[in-house]
Structure formats: structure tokens, C-alpha cells
């Protein structure tokens, strides 16, 4: 089964808390939500997490949650490793108390390292993690390494379908949106996006069955992605929207399942036009 949903609390609920939005994107017909950790990993206390887990089960919402973007796992500086991986435990702990049993993450940017030297560190960051996942006794978190917009960002899908290969209880998210800014609109469209599901399915059948998705329209150009748009919002620059059409029936067509979260500015609004359309094919 799909999982269709907003990253965060939808705009239209009224009151701005978690268990708040859980609520409303029930009653939107949506059926996941994102916690939102991006600044900071907001849910203090472990009494709060299992009301959110406690509440996501009665309104048969499927949570999973962003990690903080402050993360570098290439980083030359101790500190700045640690704490990145301080963060991601973090959230694991919340997601393990929570039941969101994703984490998506922004791993890395290459800082004009050699990517092959810049991927091995980056995976030895993703070998300790998964150590003291399980140490912690958090080793059914899935952490979700994140394919960026940027060739200046660790995260093109090929790097990311090795690492997964390599390190187990790492599976990929992926953002479609970054996927057609890193190639500069290149790769767009039906055959662009099956290819996607081609090289995830070389991880196993069951990681199409257990996918993590971003979904947004984008502004994009030679440095790849500017901004989130609107689904059918044209970029500035006149380049290509975002073929989401094709992007859902390439999903109906590998008969995938998981998790797929709007990152658009109106991301209620967007997800449930994908979710009309997924359900219309």
C-alpha cells in the first residue's frame, strides 16, 4: 500500500500542533505525515512521542520524520560528525517511540572532495549509525539517506542504491523533484522515472514495496535545485515543470508501496491531487 501525505502539519489545520495536524490529514483523505524536524527535533519528551504514536494508530495516519538539516556526515571537523550523528539518534529515538520508522536525511555535500573518497566516509558515518541504532535497541529504524538536487550534495540515486547495498537498515528517499533539478530537466517524464524505480528495485523487490518518496514542483537551473514550487507552477526561468503525471503512473506501474510525502508549498492541496490521481489509475 501507498501512504499519501504532507510534510508537516497540513496549512488548513487550525491549531499548529502534531497531534493537530495527524487529525486533519485524516480528514483530508490523506493517510501520512512527515514530522517535520528540520530546525530541530521539537518532541522533548518521550511522553509526547507516544501520544503521536498513540494518535497516528487511531487515525491510521503513517508517520515518518526529517532529520535536521544542520548534518554533514563529510565533514573534516570531529564535532560537527558527531553532532550530525548526535541528531540523527535523535530522531531515531523519537521515530522509535513515535512508530515513524523512517528517517530521511540530508547526508552531505561533497566539499570538492573526490566523490569516491567522500563516499566511503559518508558510508563509514551510515556503518557507525546503524551500530548504535543497534546498541540503543533502535534497530528497526530505516534510515532514509535522500536523493538532492545538487551535484554539490552527497545523493544522486546511483550513490544512494550502493550505499543501501552496502550498509544494511539503509534504504533510499526519494525526492522526485531533486531528481529532475540535478539533471537540469534532462531526466523527466515517464521513461526518466521508471528508470528511478529500476535501480531501486536492484536493492530487492521488497524495497519497491517499502519506498519513501518526496514529491514537489521545482525551480531549477544549471546548479540544479533553487526552490519548491507548486506542482503545476512553471519555474522562473521557463524550464520544464515536473512531468507528476508520469511520475504517479510510473509509481501504479512497479505496483509500489511505503510512503510518499508533498514538499510543495501548498502541500495539502498537492497531495491529495496526487493521491485523486493515483487512485483514478
Same mark, same amino acid.
Given at each position: 500500500m501507498l501512504h499519501i501525505g504532507t510534510a508537516g502539519v497540513p496549512l488548513s489545520t487550525e491549531s499548529r500542533d502534531t497531534l493537530a495536524g495527524?487529525?486533519?490529514v485524516r480528514k483530508l483523505g490523506l493517510d501520512a505525515m512527515e514530522l517535520e524536524f528540520v530546525r530541530q527535533v521539537y518532541v522533548k519528551h518521550d511522553k509526547d512521542a507516544l501520544e503521536i504514536c498513540e494518535h497516528a494508530k487511531r487515525e491510521k495516519v503513517a508517520l515518518s520524520i526529517h532529520a535536521p538539516y544542520f548534518i554533514?556526515?563529510?565533514?573534516?571537523?570531529k564535532q560537527t560528525l558527531e553532532e550530525s550523528r548526535r541528531r540523527i539518534i535523535s530522531c531515531a529515538h523519537v521515530g522509535h517511540i513515535a512508530g515513524a520508522r523512517n528517517v530521511v536525511i540530508h547526508s552531505a555535500f561533497y566539499m570538492k572532495m573526490d566523490k569516491e573518497e567522500a563516499y566511503r566516509r559518508i558510508k563509514g558515518q551510515y556503518a557507525l549509525l546503524r551500530k548504535e541504532l543497534i546498541d540503543k535497541g533502535y534497530?528497526?529504524?530505516?534510515?532514509?539517506?535522500?536523493?538532492?538536487?545538487?551535484?554539490?550534495?552527497?545523493?544522486?540515486?546511483d550513490a544512494l542504491?550502493?550505499?543501501?547495498? !552496502? +550498509?544494511?537498515?539503509?534504504l533510499p528517499c526519494i525526492d522526485f523533484a531533486h531528481?529532475?533539478?540535478?539533471h537540469n530537466g534532462?531526466?523527466?517524464?515517464?521513461?526518466?522515472?521508471? !528508470? +528511478?524505480?529500476?535501480k531501486v528495485e536492484m536493492l530487492g523487490k521488497e524495497a519497491l514495496k517499502d519506498m519513501h518518496i518526496h514529491f514537489s514542483g521545482i525551480e531549477y537551473g544549471d546548479k540544479?535545485?533553487?526552490s519548491h514550487l507548486v506542482l503545476d507552477e512553471k519555474p522562473h526561468n521557463n524550464k520544464p515543470i515536473i512531468q507528476w503525471r508520469d511520475m504517479v503512473k510510473a509509481w501504479k506501474d512497479y505496483k509500489i508501496g511505503g510512503i510518499a510525502i508533498s514538499e510543495s508549498p501548498n502541500i495539502e492541496g498537492d497531495a491529495i491531487k496526487v493521491k485523486k490521481y493515483y487512485d483514478s489509475l
Open positions: 495527524i487529525a486533519q554533514n556526515l563529510n565533514s573534516p571537523d534497530d528497526s529504524i530505516i534510515l532514509r539517506p535522500e536523493l538532492m538536487g545538487k551535484p554539490s550534495q552527497f545523493g544522486d540515486v542504491v550502493r550505499l543501501c547495498s !552496502e +550498509v544494511e537498515g539503509v531528481y529532475v533539478a540535478l534532462e531526466k523527466n517524464g515517464y521513461d526518466a522515472f521508471c !528508470e +528511478v524505480m529500476d540544479g535545485e533553487r
